[in-house]
């Protein structure tokens, strides 16, 4: 009985090293087969894997890369910034970007910039750490994006040209036809004179409110005189549609050439302004606009009732469209509730993301 008892013991680390070894296969078939680029790298950035779907995503083979500093596929600020990164996560343990998924953008063999999916874990191990980074090409989703807000700009444009160019025309005539009444009916009733007076300086309201809809819809000043203008004439027209007070602050000239970011800063601007005032019930609001050596960056904060559902968790439909505008811009963008109360975005695009099609260099 003890013979056969020392032979199932025997058996047992022939079991447990099979179970391994097929772990180990389980694993390596999965990383090799996975459609997203899966990276480890140790503590020091230092590419421990790359598996064969970020072979095809970057371009580089996995012996050019292992053994690499992972900074190698970045692009920049983050590229030089890097072991900043995981030297503060190292002392603080405080992760701006472990186990939060988000959109960046990477760097290829060739040195295109292209955006990427991001999400990165920690794994522990009994001696040391290892960060694994999930990637996703995501560059034709953003091609369909950009698409679909071209679309929706040209349609605004449309609308916007249609209220000035076929409504305005329409109400100017009745506003007229309104005056030649008034002046017909003064000889007859001066109430009546006086209603049709009303009728027409009403109509002249309406007329002076549209014009203000349409400019919104379709900037001309954005392209004619720049994103500077443009904003200024953004804070002029929200104070005279709805009576909020809404201060525009530039501290130096910003010349801003690329016209497709500069479209996308001041959608964005506009769309916090139009949160701030129907869902933060602001009162008061400030457009701030600066340009460093960084880059451009807008600012809109306002006095009102902070975070409404419409941006609980970043699932608001406004929101959205400016996480979609400013990386369509190459930037990055930032909400978050003031301590006094109410809102602040702020976005930011760097010198090296101002490419003509809103995308980086």
């Given at each position: 009985?003890?013979?056969?008892?020392?032979?199932?013991?025997?058996?047992?680390?022939?079991?447990?090293?099979?179970?391994?070894?097929?772990?180990?296969?389980?694993?390596?078939?999965?990383?090799?087969?996975?459609?997203?680029?899966?990276?480890?790298?140790?503590?020091?950035?230092?590419?421990e894997?790359?598996?064969?779907?970020?072979?095809?995503?970057?371009?580089?083979?996995?012996?050019?890369?292992?053994?690499?500093?992972?900074?190698?596929?970045?692009?920049?600020?983050?590229?030089?910034?890097?072991?900043?990164?995981?030297?503060?996560?190292?002392?603080?343990?405080?992760?701006?970007?472990?186990?939060?998924?988000?959109?960046?953008?990477?760097?290829?063999?060739?040195?295109?910039l292209?955006?990427?999916?991001?999400?990165?874990?920690?794994?522990?191990?009994?001696?040391r750490?290892?960060?694994?980074?999930?990637?996703?090409?995501?560059?034709?989703?953003?091609?369909?994006?950009?698409?679909?807000?071209?679309i929706?700009?040209?349609?605004?444009?449309?609308?916007?040209?249609?209220?000035?160019?076929?409504?305005?025309?329409?109400?100017?005539?009745?506003?007229?036809?309104?005056?030649?009444?008034?002046?017909?009916?003064?000889?007859?009733?001066?109430?009546?004179?006086?209603?049709?007076?009303?009728?027409?300086?009403?109509?002249?309201?309406?007329?002076?409110?549209?014009?203000?809809?349409?400019?919104?819809?379709?900037?001309?000043?954005?392209?004619?005189?720049?994103?500077?203008?443009?904003?200024?004439e953004?804070?002029?027209?929200?104070?005279?549609?709805?009576?909020?007070?809404c201060?525009?602050?530039?501290?130096?000239?910003v010349?801003?050439?690329?016209?497709?970011?500069?479209?996308?800063?001041?959608?964005?601007?506009?769309?916090?302004v139009?949160?701030?005032?129907?869902?933060?019930?602001?009162?008061?609001?400030?457009?701030?606009?600066?340009?460093?050596?960084?880059?451009?960056?807008?600012?809109?904060?306002?006095?009102?009732?902070?975070?409404?559902?419409?941006?609980?968790?970043?699932?608001?439909?406004?929101?959205?469209?400016?996480?979609?505008?400013?990386?369509?811009?190459?930037?990055s963008?930032r909400?978050?509730?003031?301590?006094?109360?109410?809102?602040?975005?702020?976005?930011?695009?760097?010198?090296?993301?101002?490419?003509?099609?809103?995308?980086?260099?």
């Amino acid at each position: 009985m003890k013979h056969n008892k020392k032979l199932k013991n025997d058996r047992r680390p022939a079991r447990s090293d099979s179970a391994l070894l097929d772990s180990a296969e389980r694993l390596r078939a999965i990383l090799e087969t996975a459609v997203e680029g899966i990276i480890t790298i140790d503590e020091h950035g230092t590419v421990e894997s790359f598996n064969p779907a970020s072979e095809k995503i970057f371009g580089y083979q996995a012996s050019e890369v292992i053994g690499q500093n992972v900074n190698l596929l970045m692009s920049t600020p983050h590229r030089e910034q890097h072991d900043g990164y995981i030297g503060n996560y190292q002392r603080t343990g405080h992760a701006k970007i472990i186990g939060i998924g988000r959109e960046t953008f990477a760097r290829k063999k060739d040195g295109t910039l292209f955006p990427i999916d991001l999400s990165v874990s920690e794994v522990k191990l009994s001696d040391r750490k290892i960060f694994t980074g999930f990637i996703r090409d995501i560059t034709e989703r953003k091609r369909l994006e950009k698409e679909n807000l071209e679309i929706s700009e040209r349609e605004q444009r449309r609308i916007g040209q249609d209220l000035h160019d076929g409504l305005c025309q329409h109400l100017a005539g009745i506003e007229m036809l309104s005056q030649v009444l008034a002046h017909k009916l003064e000889s007859q009733s001066k109430d009546a004179a006086a209603r049709a007076t009303g009728i027409a300086a009403a109509v002249r309201e309406a007329i002076s409110q549209t014009r203000l809809l349409a400019r919104g819809l379709s900037p001309v000043t954005l392209e004619s005189e720049g994103l500077m203008s443009a904003l200024a004439e953004l804070a002029s027209n929200a104070e005279k549609m709805f009576q909020v007070r809404c201060r525009f602050d530039c501290p130096q000239v910003v010349n801003f050439s690329d016209q497709a970011a500069a479209t996308h800063l001041f959608r964005i601007a506009q769309e916090a302004v139009s949160n701030a005032i129907r869902h933060g019930k602001a009162k008061s609001i400030s457009i701030q606009l600066h340009q460093d050596e960084t880059g451009v960056c807008v600012r809109v904060s306002d006095d009102g009732t902070g975070f409404l559902d419409d941006f609980s968790g970043g699932s608001g439909m406004g929101l959205r469209i400016m996480q979609a505008r400013i990386g369509m811009a190459g930037g990055s963008l930032r909400v978050e509730q003031n301590p006094s109360g109410g809102v602040s975005v702020t976005c930011h695009v760097p010198k090296e993301s101002s490419g003509s099609n809103g995308q980086p260099k």
